[in-house]
């Protein structure tokens, strides 16, 4: 309605804008007389944007009203490396870095961590200080905060990435010899009930990548991912109770190989049971050539193959119903439509929106060895042919109801 207002204003002559604002302002006068009340004329408007806290309906993440959510955002790396920061910050603002990710019309930012981090002696490296005075002193929970609040007051969700258990390396579990399970644990339902308050904190990926040694529906403690999810996912939803749990698949089922954490195919038959079923969100990565050569790249009707790969593989639960589903990481250095790297990227953005998928790309970092990111290596130029081609599909910010916006984690 404003917005009409606005247009037809800026096309009329001065004195019909004269006639054009003062009939409506008498209007609504003569109409607050009649009621014996004050009325201001006010051009403030309800959000447009669906509200938080999120929740899963069938193969959609919805939001408190029942509006379907769409999450279309962007990682952004370092926290879990050995920098125990964001990476980028030896070279910008952090502040200026979040404000890109906002106007490039990201709405979500998967935020990547360590365990590690959180111990004392893990400080904070490759800060520029000049550039971002503000974060000197901060290391850990404190770092974090200062990012994920400056996120949220931009309006942008964090869902947070148990990435790597130490700052060394992946993981094939969700534990090693120098983290244990009860780590892992202890410090999701840690983050759960700091960032409780804070409405645009969704969520918690529980591992990142699970493969190898990893199973699905096996029984087996030592290696059953979905038992050690649920475990996991039932503390964290005890801790704060309006988090998405979002659950990665594993390498391998029955002998198909697959991406690392891209594998669904065992939650068919052996779905994640979580005491809130309403909170349960699958995740996938997918990647291209740039990656590793699979052999579908290679098949005589590539790019056509890739539906149904997808769909076997992690598509089946949001199309079917089942779940909702994250694409937790895509991407690769060529959006080319002349390159089987360009074709595969193009290909997979025009089923995650032909399906209503959400996805996180990978990565907002230019640092990535072999899929590049959303900035050149200035760390300030925009990729704009990856830009273009991801603008094609993106979704509103979540709004957070009034009274809540602006709160911090605890203390």
């Known amino acids: ?22 009939v409506p302002v008498l209007i609504v006068s003569v109409f607050a007389l009649l009621i014996g009340g004050n009325v201001t004329p006010s051009l403030s408007s309800q959000p447009e944007g669906p509200e938080a806290p999120l929740r899963a309906d069938k193969g959609k993440i919805v939001d408190a009203n029942g509006k379907t959510v769409t999450l279309t955002g962007v990682n952004w790396f370092g926290f879990e490396t050995e920098t125990f920061a964001p990476h980028g910050l030896w070279k910008r603002n952090w502040k200026s870095m979040l404000d890109q990710m906002k106007s490039s019309g990201f709405n979500t930012i998967r935020l990547p961590y360590t365990n590690e981090m959180f111990d004392a002696k893990s400080k904070a490296a490759e800060i520029n200080y000049k550039q971002n005075p503000d974060l000197k002193g901060l290391s850990g929970l404190k770092l974090m905060d200062r990012i994920v609040q400056g996120a949220t007051d931009r309006g942008l969700m964090v869902l947070l990435d148990r990435h790597r258990p130490t700052a060394q390396a992946q ?7 120098k983290m244990s399970e009860k780590r892992w644990i202890d410090d999701w339902t840690m ?20 493969k190898g040694t ?10 059953d991912w979905r038992l050690a999810a649920e475990r996991a996912g039932n503390a964290v939803l005890k801790a704060n109770p309006n988090w998405l749990v979002v659950v990665e698949g594993i390498e391998a089922v029955k002998n198909d190989y697959y991406w690392w954490g891209g594998n669904l195919r065992g939650a068919k038959d052996h779905p994640v049971r979580l005491d809130q079923p309403d909170k349960l969100v699958y995740s996938a990565h ?5 990656v590793w050569k699979q052999k579908w790249f290679e098949s005589p009707d590539f790019p056509k193959n890739l539906a149904g790969i997808w769909k076997s593989h992690w598509g089946y639960l949001p199309i079917e119903g089942k779940a909702p589903l994250l694409l937790g ?31 996180t790309y990978w990565t ?23 830009l273009d081609l991801l603008k094609q599909y993106q979704a509103p910010r ?12 605890k203390e």
Do not use: C
């Open 286 to 290: 997918d990647y291209g050539p740039g």
């Open 214 to 223: 990893a199973t699905w529906g096996s029984g087996k403690k030592e290696t």
């Open 398 to 409: 979540v709004q957070v109801p009034v009274g809540e916006a602006g709160q911090t984690g």
């Open 329 to 359: 990481e895509f991407g690769g250095r060529s959006v080319s439509p002349k390159t089987t790297e360009g074709k595969w990227q193009r290909e997979l953005v025009s089923y995650l929106k032909k399906n209503g998928i959400s996805y």
């Open 1 to 22: 309605m404003l917005s009409w207002l606005k247009s037809t204003y800026s096309k009329t002559t001065k004195p019909v804008r004269a006639a054009f604002i003062v």
């Open 191 to 210: 983050l759960a009930s700091h960032f409780r308050d804070n409405p645009l904190v969704i969520g918690a990926d529980l591992h990142n990548e699970p």
């Open 364 to 386: 907002w970092n230019p640092n990535s060895g072999d899929t590049g990111g959303i900035l050149k290596d200035d760390w300030k130029t925009i990729q704009k042919d990856k």
């Open 171 to 177: 993981s094939d579990l969700w534990y090693t010899d």
